[in-house]
């Protein structure tokens, strides 16, 4: 009987499992349809699910059995979802002040593509761009202040005291507790214990004194359970555009004074004001997976949120703000949220892409090793491009390859912080009081920048 069942089974051996793939093979196939052998000329990512991939003949018929097609046309008719209403646009200036989406086409520009233009610059085109760089960020980026805050309110999670069926990894706690510590000392929570939690939950009700939470990049939502836990949150949203396995959720569920309502959907459609049950509430936006542009979509999300509610008189306000900045390396122009001040410093579409490929160099070492004295390291092309590039052939590419690791990194973290600091002053063009700071060391994370930001009088 094994015999059979082992000769009904895809022939792909799985090395992590030893053993082989337990689904059953296509017809008059050894393999399933996963790891049946493809040439990449006949596979296309599938318009609905670009994670997957079909056959180009048999799009038609996919299309029509995709097991997205079913939420798409669900998620189509909720009133909060708006194709692309914060993807921004790709023009130099920002969008109307409406929130309303632009047309037109926009093409991914991917990394190898952004590496691919570097490498064509000259010699002199390269290296005059690090210079831009450098001037830039001597010009706009002041020291970003060391601010790792462990809160006392999350003592519990910090000695590992928290339920065993709740994932604990040091590190990723670390980093989740110094966010609502750095939130805390900027004046956007406030820590309540005991009897005086339940006193000031109570009059929240009337006043909102206790702020709603939406998560953005919620993933399994281990971030909101650590708020939840405590500072005595009463409602919470977690927007997540992936389905995930082993979430809070359910945990977050089992608190009676808790009220939870996850929203499966991209952020770039979501129209944070158009949610009903959010409408009236006062929120708090965090984000600690917001990787590349969906930091800046998480902006526009908010910030176009409250221009409508305030045209539509409903109180529904962001409060504060507290995103962990990471993968600087995906952003894209159409989506950056300050297109218009990297503008007044001179930097171009095409420049801002380089600086984007750059940023990866930051964080491609060793990640244990402690990288925040960069900072004092000085770039000096001059005497890179007199070494590197005498009788080269391969010009820009060879003398990118051939730079000490710590210049590369060095490059990385100036591009990173000048892309934060965009943000940081599109926010304070919004009227918020925003800060930018490390809130974790580099051994726990290179990507450590924490953008924080609040509302300040009449609030």
Known sequence: MKTKVMENRCKFWVPKKSRFCANSPLQNSLFCGNHTPRTNNQWIPCPIDPSHSVLQENLGSHLRRCPLVKQVQSLSTQPFYQKGVNAGKEDEQEEPETGIPTSGCFDIVTSEMKRNAVYSLNTSEFFEMIRKIESVHAQICNDIKDSYKIPEACGVWIKGEVERNVPFQEKHVAQQASMLGNLEEFGVLERIDGKEKCELVERAENSN????????????????????????????????????????????????????????????????????????????????????????????????????????????????????????????????INKKYLTSLGISKEEFHAITWFTSWAVDADHGSDLSDVIDIKLHPESIEGEECNGDANGVEAIAKNMKAIERANLGFMCKKIMDMGRLMWLKEHGLQTRLVKYVPSSISPENHLLIARHVGGR
């Open 209 to 336: 004194g206790v702020p709603a939470v939406v998560e953005f990049g919620a993933g399994r939502g281990y971030l909101t359970q650590m708020l939840a836990d405590c500072y005595g949150i009463r409602r919470v949203f977690l927007v997540e555009r992936k389905a995930y396995k082993l979430k809070a959720d359910r945990s977050l569920r089992q608190k009676e004074s808790l009220i939870l309502e996850r929203l499966r959907i991209d952020i770039e459609d979501l129209n944070l004001n158009a949610v009903e049950s959010l409408q009236g509430l006062p929120y708090i936006a965090i984000g600690k997976h917001l990787c590349g542009p969906a930091t800046d979509l998480t902006l526009r999300c908010c910030l176009a949120n409250e221009r409508n509610a305030e045209q539509c008189g409903v109180n529904c306000y962001l409060r504060g703000l507290a995103i962990a900045t990471c993968c600087h390396h995906l952003c894209q122009w159409k989506h950056y």
